[in-house]
């Protein structure tokens, strides 16, 4: 059985906990948005076993999320969920808008979707994430308009090449959208291969 796997998830996840296990220290649930293959859903699960991971994302991504919830047998990993940041963020099998996190985590998702979808990101964390809550964005930015290396330029050129809405998004634009939404910075942490980990809480 060919079940999804990202090599990339395999190299970050470890310097991601490090960084996770303080900002969601007191987190009691976490909800991922865009779990992909479902490796750091499952990794984090089993290293942060005090909060319940939620992951999220297409429909036809929940394949392999399944399999790695059916075959690790983590109570606290959860049974993912459909999210579209196209559309709102809602209850499963409902109209009613989703419940509310103390926590929310996406890794590698921002520079893969449109500037739209980015701010319509934010939206749905302004309406999901509790107050005092933690919300950690993990990839690549650019910092003034600037690349931070010349991989990261390369890597630009080829998300436009293959979608033009796609690119490498600036921590200001970041940063001012998450102000906007009501969080703050707390922390901007250096990651191997030329990303970052912002964390935001919610005020």
């Known amino acids: 059985m060919n079940i999804a796997f990202s090599q ?15 900002a969601f220290s007191t987190t009691n649930k976490v909800l991922e948005v865009g779990s992909g293959t479902g490796q750091h859903a499952e990794f984090f699960a089993e290293n942060l076993p005090h909060l319940n ?6 429909l036809v991504n929940h394949h392999a999320i399944n399999y790695r919830k059916e075959h690790s047998a983590l109570t ?20 009613l808008p989703l419940g509310k996190f103390d926590g ?15 701010e319509k990101f934010f939206i749905g964390v302004g309406k999901t994430l509790t107050q005092g ?13 600037q690349y931070t290396s010349e991989s990261n330029r390369n890597f630009d050129l ?11 998004r600036d921590f200001e634009d970041i940063v001012s959208l998450a102000q906007s939404t009501g969080l703050s910075l707390l922390a ?3 990651m191997p291969a030329n990303n970052r980990l912002l964390v935001f809480v919610m005020n």
């Open 53 to 58: 991971w939620q992951p999220s994302d297409l």
């Open 76 to 95: 606290n990993l959860l049974t993912p969920i459909t999210l579209d940041l196209n559309q709102p963020w809602q209850a499963v099998g409902s109209s």
């Open 104 to 118: 929310i985590f996406t890794a590698n998702t921002l520079h893969i979707v449109s500037d739209l979808l980015v």
């Open 158 to 168: 080829w998300l436009k090449n293959r979608d033009e809405e796609s690119a490498i």
């Open 133 to 145: 809550g933690s919300l950690c964005i993990y990839g690549p930015f650019n910092y003034q308009g």
């Open 8 to 22: 990339a998830c395999e190299n970050n996840k470890k310097s991601i906990l490090s960084v996770l296990e303080s």
């Open 188 to 190: 901007d942490n250096v």
